[in-house]
C-alpha cells in the first residue's frame, strides 16, 4: 500500500548529488513535514516550469539552458532538504 507522500517523493534522482530517501523521509515526519511537503510541490511546479522554458524558441539558447539549469538546481536543493532549519534533519 502507497504511503501518503510516496507521490510527492515520485520524482528521478538520479540527478541529485546528495538525495537520501531516509533523510527525506525523516524530514517528512519531522516537525517540519508541513513545510517539506511544501517544498516538494514548489519543486513539482519548479519542474513544469523548466520544461516550458526549455521550449521557448523567443530566448538566446544559452539563456535558456541557463534558466531552466537554475530552476531545476533550486527543485533539487527544495527536495534534498536544503531549506530546511537545520534542527529538523
Partial sequence: MPQPDDEL???DTSGLEDWDEGRARAAL????????RNHLR???RLDAWAEAEGRRTDVDARY????????RDMAAFLRQTYYLPADTE
Avoid: V
Avoid at 535558456?64 to 530552476?71: I, P, V
Fill in 9 to 11: 517523493l515520485a520524482f
Fill in 29 to 36: 515526519d519531522g516537525g517540519q513535514g508541513a513545510l517539506y
Fill in 42 to 44: 514548489i519543486a513539482l
Fill in 64 to 71: 535558456r539552458a541557463g534558466y531552466t539549469q537554475a530552476l
